[in-house]
């Protein structure tokens, strides 16, 4: 390592709390698909920021629009009407089946905004007092105290935090039965990933959202779908949802929505929105103007570039690729799974000293449940990337052997 990065270690070791474990790369700068560290070397980007940077990284019609706005309308709060903001929520919705939406400044705030919205629903506008959410092993939904409950993972996230807040129960991924069994005259919502990101890449199986579908209609409670990862165009189309032909009463996005700039948004149907009113639900941030005009140029150019039907291309051309690794090591990927550029190459054995050879030979990307290689790469990665990463990592597996 450089001595900028062992600068930067030890002076952050005084002034951060240590939250974070950190990778072994320092980053100074970054452009289009590309990361580089303070001695200039060139990383090809896999994670994307955890899928924020969709349209990669400094994207010059993002900064052109961050920088107008910034010139004319900062930020006024939410007292004041802003048109940044409204076009923002006509272009968003013109995306999908919801009727309503409410800006928010990260994706845990969006998932508590859904489950507070479903709540109140139930409590307001249909006189029950169900507030009981639903939720499936390996989801991961936030760090709030609710979202962290709603989180269907133990360990490190949840030790230390409790008493954690009631009103939640976690099935089983996947298990109709236990679906079933936990949905009672309490439950406001069930709330669901389409495809897991933190849990290991794991798409819903179709017979569960079937089943799922068919008891929300019996049922009545509420579906979120959290899209905080899945959404903008990331699993090929341009909600994941939309995938499954499910329309959910309220799902969440937040990540990839403004590239970068922190925002987030709770979508619903306009008989869901009637959970909210005014002082009902709130934010100091959300949907400022100048993260607004972001975002909205961030839909203008997925849109306009066809960046779902590229993500679905591309995604196609890397389980190509990579099943090519899979024929050569047969006995060392258990599987590959996603969908769109959101894709898990599920290892055999433990992966971290596999993520870290990858790592030194360039490619960044993350590890997710101790054997699952997630890639996230920006929506513009090129297929010589996704190429290149298939090489490194057979070689990589090839040093495992020996």
Known sequence: MGSTYNNWVEREKKSIMSTYGRYPLAVARAAGNRLYDPEGREYVDLLAGIAVNGLGHCHPALNKAMIEQAETLGHVSNLFYQEPQILLAEKLLATCDADKVFFCNSGAEANEGAIKLARRYMRKVRGVDAHEIVTLEGSFHGRTLATLTATGQSGKIKDGFGPLPSGFRTVPFGDVCALR????????????????????????????????????????????????????CRTGSFWAHQR?????????????????????????????????????????????????????KVLDLMLEERLAERAELLGAFAHEALRGVVAEHPD??????????????????????????????????????????????????????????????????????R
Do not use: C, Y
């Open 181 to 232: 069994g936990a949905v009672t005259d309490a439950t406001a919502a069930v709330m669901v990933e389409m495809v897991q990101g933190e849990g290991g890449v794991r798409p819903l199986p179709e017979e569960f959202v079937d089943a799922l579908l068919a008891l929300r209609e019996e049922k009545g409670f509420l579906l979120i779908v959290d899209e905080v990862q899945t959404g903008l």
């Open 244 to 296: 499954f032909n499910v329309r959910p009463d309220i799902f969440t996005t937040a990540k990839a929505l403004a590239n970068g700039l922190p925002m987030g948004a709770v979508l619903a149907t306009d008989e869901a929105a009637k959970g909210f009113e005014p002082g009902s639900h709130a934010t100091t941030f959300g949907g400022g103007p100048v993260v607004a005009a972001v975002a909205s």
């Open 332 to 401: 060392k990927i258990l599987s590959l799974r996603g969908m769109g550029l959101m894709i898990g190459v599920e290892l055999a054995f433990p992966g971290q000293d596999v993520w870290r050879a990858l790592l030194d030979k360039g490619f960044v990307l993350n590890l997710t449940q101790g054997s699952v290689l997630r890639l996230l790469p920006p929506l513009t990665i090129e297929e010589a990337d996704l190429t290149a990463f298939a090489a490194a990592l057979a070689e990589v597996l090839r040093d495992v052997e």
